[in-house]
């Protein structure tokens, strides 16, 4: 890829795209919106539930008290965030897919505009 305005795919080999104007563009501008609306929010999540365990069982003695049987509330926890890891993943993946797809009619509707992503 010699110029960094060519987009090198199976769809759009050859052509030019204008990334500079598809970036001030309103619709990409949306989609950035859309993508820190949905990852912020989840992040926070994740970061908030991965220290919550450290923390609540350096400084409190709730997690150590039986949830039932031998198996306390700290491992019912510890076992919660191995799911939460697969959930967050598994919703980010398909989100993503969203998003990816948004990205491409963003190329495609500047390319058929012949520059002009608006």
């Known amino acids: 890829m010699s110029n960094a305005t060519e987009y090198q ?4 080999s050859g052509k030019n795209v204008d990334f500079v104007k598809v ?26 539930f991965y220290f919550l365990l450290p923390t609540l069982t350096s400084y409190t ?16 926890f510890a076992f ?4 939460m890891t697969w959930v967050l993943c598994t919703v980010y993946v398909k989100k993503a897919a969203s998003f990816d797809e948004q990205a491409n009619q ?6 058929k505009n012949g520059g002009d992503p608006s």
């Open 61 to 76: 003695n709730f997690l150590n008290t039986p949830a039932f049987g031998d198996i306390s509330w700290v491992w019912l």
């Open 23 to 48: 970036e001030q563009s309103e619709s990409f501008q949306k989609l950035m919106h859309d993508r820190k609306k949905f990852i912020v929010p989840l992040t926070i999540f994740f970061l908030i």
């Open 106 to 111: 963003i190329i495609d509707k500047q390319i």
């Open 80 to 83: 919660a965030q191995f799911i």
């Open 9 to 12: 795919t199976d769809d759009y």
